[in-house]
């Protein structure tokens, strides 16, 4: 698979991101950053993150999705519950939903793009070699990076350091999931250092119910609005925020 041959023409004032949801509290994201969004592993998290990749499709960008949560059955049929029939940019090459969940799960997997249990120096290798294929402003979604790490913190950490800096120089925006609680502190804390920004997902206590919240802890080099808002779900779990009262 090649997207290198994009027919997209980009200007210095439009190699941004206009994501949904996102856009609302930090604006358009320059293209060759890197965010990480730690979240509370029982949270909508996954779907909340569907929802941004179903919108940048809907405007013609490139994604690639590292799904973790679910099936890829099940992840497909949310694209779809949302308007977007994935299976075709699939077909069109625009888009690469990679299965990662079969792996961890120690199932068989039926994809063409899903994850083997290499070392680390294997998967870095792999990564690097892929990179150039995809065109700048490409979208790279990964729902659980942590589901690469295993327990090798200090070790993943070198990766994911190389991992970012190889995907930065291709000009895409990488959004990197972190669950909380579950590695060291000094590795949250060197992630947040390599990182261009970092969201916060938080289920929250409020008014006697418990909520989906978000907000933008930092964005280097631009404005945000750090408020934490609610994140709303209709019945397709199309999600829209409202800013706590």
């Known amino acids: 698979m090649s997207l290198a041959n994009s027919s997209r023409t ?9 994501l949904p949801i996102l856009c609302e509290i930090v604006g358009p994201i320059p293209y060759g950053r890197v965010i990480h969004t730690l979240y509370d592993p029982d949270s909508q ?3 909340l993150m ?13 994604l690639l999705y590292l799904s973790s ?3 890829t059955v099940e992840i497909r049929q949310q694209f779809n519950d949302l308007g977007v029939n994935i299976a075709e940019y699939e077909a069109r090459d625009t888009a690469v939903l990679f299965d990662v969940y079969s792996g961890l799960m120690g199932v068989k997997s039926s994809e063409k793009y899903q994850y083997t249990a290499v070392n680390l120096n294997e998967r870095s290798i792999t990564i690097g070699q892929s990179a150039p294929q995809w065109p700048p402003g490409t979208l790279v979604f990964v729902e659980s990076f942590s589901s690469l790490a295993g327990d090798q913190d200090k070790v993943f950490a070198k990766f994911s350091r190389k991992v970012m800096g ?12 972190l669950p909380v609680d579950m590695h060291t502190p000094e590795f949250y804390q060197e ?18 119910e418990v909520i989906n919240t978000i907000r933008a802890r930092t964005m280097k080099g631009q ?3 750090t408020r934490w808002k609610q994140i709303l779900f209709d019945s397709r779990m199309k999600a829209t925020l409202r800013l706590l009262d």
């Open 10 to 18: 980009e200007t210095a004032e439009t190699r941004k991101l206009d």
């Open 45 to 47: 998290y996954s779907s």
């Open 50 to 62: 569907i929802n941004i990749a179903a919108g940048h499709l809907k405007t013609g960008g490139d």
């Open 69 to 71: 949560s679910a099936p």
């Open 166 to 177: 190889v995907w930065r120089a291709q000009g895409t925006v990488m959004i990197l999931g």
């Open 191 to 208: 992630m947040k250092l390599a990182s261009d920004g970092v969201f916060e997902l938080k289920l929250k206590e409020h008014h006697g």
């Open 223 to 225: 404005s945000s609005d």
